[in-house]
Nanobody
Framework: QVQLVESGGGVVRAGGSLRLSCAASGSSNSIRTIGLYRWYRQAPGKQRELVAAITSGGSTDYANSVKGRFTISRDGAKNTVYLQMDSLAPEDTAIYYC????????????WGQGTQVTVSS
């Protein structure tokens, strides 16, 4: 099993920055199978949406709403994924969740508990 623990959320003014971290721990064999990390967010009253993704090979993808402002990266040695968020706006306010997909059949998903990001105007 794999546990994902997010950190780095908080309250920031519009235009500010935050860096979220997602650390994977648990079975090293399971962690080794993870090929995709994603950050999702869910604002009050809205559906959870995909924000950014990074593969084990380093390929990245972003939601149009965050392109040019957010950067996803990973440190393989630390089993940690980051989400650098710059030029934050009130509409970025949400709970941010880390997701990892792996398993030998690439059919297992793990979720973190979420971290709150609040952007004040």
């Amino acid at each position: 099993q794999v546990q994902l623990v997010e950190s780095g959320g908080g309250v920031v003014r519009a235009g500010g920055s935050l860096r979220l971290s997602c650390a994977a721990s648990g079975s090293s064999n399971s962690i080794r199978t993870i090929g995709l990390y994603r950050w999702y967010r869910q604002a009050p009253g809205k559906q959870r949406e995909l924000v950014a993704a990074i593969t084990s090979g380093g390929s990245t993808d972003y939601a149009n709403s965050v392109k040019g402002r957010f950067t996803i990266s990973r440190d393989g040695a630390k089993n940690t994924v980051y989400l650098q968020m710059d030029s934050l706006a009130p509409e970025d306010t949400a709970i941010y969740y880390c997701n990892a997909k792996g398993g030998w059949g690439f059919d297992v998903e793990y979720w973190g508990q979420g971290t709150q990001v609040t952007v004040s105007s």
